[in-house]
């Protein structure tokens, strides 16, 4: 979503290791066509290094279909290599009402499905 002043809409990316020994990808701004890259191009670099990698949306302001597509595809694509991807549960609100509204909670959070 671009600000209607011309500046480009961002991706932030914060990386740390949580206890239990997975590399926390922390979102925040926006996550849709314009930055989509970015995250798919970290994933890839973190599925070579057969790293666990925990998805941290919790201060994601906006995410588009482009960007709940990426969270799809990298789950889905984590599931058949067999490694650990997950998503974790608390998310914004504006991304909760996006995966209420697509129906695709069950799939990153299949326990509570």
């Known amino acids: 979503m671009s600000d209607p002043n ?3 809409p961002q991706l932030r990316i914060n990386e740390q290791l ?3 020994g997975a590399l926390r990808l922390a979102l ?14 970290r994933l890839v670099a973190l599925k070579q290094e057969g790293r666990r990698v925990r998805l941290d949306l ?5 995410i588009d279909s482009t960007g ?5 595809l990298a789950v889905a694509d984590a599931g058949k290599d067999g490694r650990d991807l997950e998503i974790d549960p608390h ?6 009402r996006v995966i209420e509204l697509a129906g695709v909670g069950s799939r990153f959070w299949p326990e509570t499905g």
């Open 91 to 96: 998310v914004s609100e504006p991304v909760s």
């Open 18 to 20: 949580d206890h239990d």
């Open 68 to 72: 709940v597509r990426e969270l799809l």
């Open 6 to 8: 011309g500046s480009q």
């Open 28 to 41: 925040a701004g926006e996550l849709d066509l314009a930055v989509i890259d970015v995250l798919d191009d």
């Open 58 to 62: 919790a201060e994601l302001e906006f």
